[in-house]
């Protein structure tokens, strides 16, 4: 509720209304006194009514008297006559009128203070009732928000609450307790049985007794943990705290009260349970390991005592528990001998106890004297916050392994004089070997300068021998047609001599092309004349038309190759589509002359039944085993830098031979046969071996040459 304003501010309130009123009632005065000239002096009180109303409705009960008094005052004054005086003219109608003006204007007055007090009551009323519902709003925001926190601790709790009636059992549950049980969100009460459903059978029985008990003794507060099993099949480990209320004749009436899942709570102590019976089963292991181990393994307090020995050690050192427990570990019967060690032990312990461990090899004896060497470790022991509590020796006796080692090292020394003698002889057996490589490599070096003279040297040969017969043999047979020419003119009338004229003719003939194929097989002349390319297509088209099998001649842009390097690719080419002919049996035979910036290359593939296997391994291997034809064209190949590179499958066979470019611009293809100056017909040219071995007779043996 607001509060009631300040006395200062309340009294100029009240001033404020007085001077309105006065101001109210002058003013009527004056506008009726404008007003004159129109209505004379007739009617003095019409306008003063204004200032009556208006006081009486907004000024209040004192300001609207006030006004009155003044309006009458002031029209006995200015509007009665006598006018400007207070007597009185015309007594009975004076009196009248006033009277009358102020009997209306006092119930206006009346009226006017009943309707501002009945104002005042209602906006009284109603700044009352918006006060309240202020308040309202307030305290179901803050039971809200007290909802809202419980609902929130509830959730962090992992709680829900609960109300049931004793009799009908029918459980009302909240939100949070919907979701512990994994209930349905529109699940808003649960019978009783269906209740007792989700209870472990196990737990129920004691769920009754202990509900029971309480109602029995009317403490009015249970407590129980129970398992139930959730409509999705989860088990759950539930706490219900609640309280019973009775009615007056004692009976229970409801049971109120919160569930909590402690589900986590209760596999916590079961892991603590686990945790402890491990702990327990561990110290035994260890215990039965600590006892039964040879090695020596002992607790020592931190000034060095002894507290705790393995037995077994004990027993194998011939000491008793008695000799060595609850005394200073350097004072032992181990180290009795040596005063120097038991001052390495003693400072040892120190630094144990201060945190680093301690290690050496040192000296020990047995109880009955015996001198054994031990490797000894000092281990400080901490507890969980990294305190050292305890300090833990152990030692393994390394006597006989010592003794191995100082057998191995005097082993080792002799190995070592026996290894380096076998070294001396080795690196002598080195030197031998490295001069017999060296003398190798210059005898293949020798024997490879050999083979690509011998090859050059063929060649030319084959090159005399082609001009030869084309020179020599051809024109001698030409001169011999020649003769026949004559004779047949002389012996014309001889019987018989015509035809035996026509048949050496033939034989001629037949003579001047093997002459011929011979030659051109031995050395194309297009080869020296046009180049590779030229000569390439003039060879595959003649073997294509008498073979039989198709072969496609690709040829892109090449580059310039040299006089030796053409002659190498042509000879590869010709012993590849002899060995097609001869051994693939294939009816196709693809051939591409490619180039990049690197390298020329002549690929020679046939689609045919293949090398085998064991062939083509050991020409990979060793270049030998399929012959002297692939051997030749390897040969070759290598001696101007390049490579030769045969692969073969059940598919085909391809050769691939690779020449290393020294200029690596390509230029246009040579001219074709077509376009060459004096080239053979290539139906003039035969089909044959060209591998370095072959000779003029297996040349000829693969097609027959074509009659002239």
Known sequence: MQGSATPGAKSKSISASYALAVGAAIAALMFRRILEPWLGLNNPYHTVWLAVVFSAWYCGLGPSILATLISGLGVWYWFLPPVGSFAVENAPTTISGMVGFLFFSSFIIALGEANRRSRSRLQSEIADRITVE?????????????????????????????????????????????????????TDRLDGGSFRQMINAEDLQNVDSVLAQAIASHSGDLRIEFRITRLDGALRWV??????????????????????????????????????????????????????????????????????ANRLCLDVCGYRAEDILGRYFWETGWWRDSKEVQEKIRAGTVQAARGTAYREILPYRWADGTERIVEFELHPIRDHHGLVIFLHPTGVDITDVKRVEAELR??????????????????????????????????????????????????????????DLHDSTGQTLVALRMMLDSLSKVVASVPKAGELLQELESLSNQALQEIRVTSHLLHPPLLDEVGFSSAAQWYVEGFTKRSGVKANLELAATPQLTKDEELVFFRILQESLTNVLRHSGSEAVDIQVTADDRNAMLSIRDFGRGIPFDKLSSFQEIGAGVGVGLGGMKQRIRNLGGHLTVSSDGTGTCVLATLPLADADPVNAEPSVAEAPNAESPGQEATGEGSDDADAEDINSDLPAPAA
């Open 239 to 308: 706490e219900s705290v609640a309280r019973i209320f009775y009615h007056e004749n004692g009976k229970p009436d409801r049971i109120i009260g919160v569930a909590t899942d402690i589900t986590e709570r209760k596999q916590s102590e079961g892991q603590r349970q686990q945790i402890t019976a491990e702990a327990i089963a561990a110290t035994a292991k260890f215990r039965a390991v600590f006892e039964q181990t040879s090695v020596f393994a002992g607790i020592l307090t931190l000034d060095g005592k002894v507290i705790d």
């Open 410 to 467: 005097k082993s080792h020394e002799g190995l070592e004089k026996r290894v380096e003698e076998r070294t001396r002889a080795l690196n002598a057996s080195l030197v031998s070997l490295e001069s017999e490589i060296e003398r190798r490599k210059k005898t293949e070096f020798v024997l490879r300068e050999l083979s690509a003279r011998s090859l050059r040297l063929q060649d030319e040969e084959r090159r005399r021998i082609a001009r």
């Open 134 to 186: 202020q308040n309202l709003r307030v305290t179901e925001r803050a039971l809200r928000q007290s909802e809202e926190r419980l609902r929130i601790a509830q959730k962090a709790a992992r709680s829900g609450t609960w109300e049931s009636k004793y009799e009908p059992r029918e459980l009302i549950t909240s939100p949070e307790l919907r979701e512990l049980y994994g209930l349905p969100p529109d």
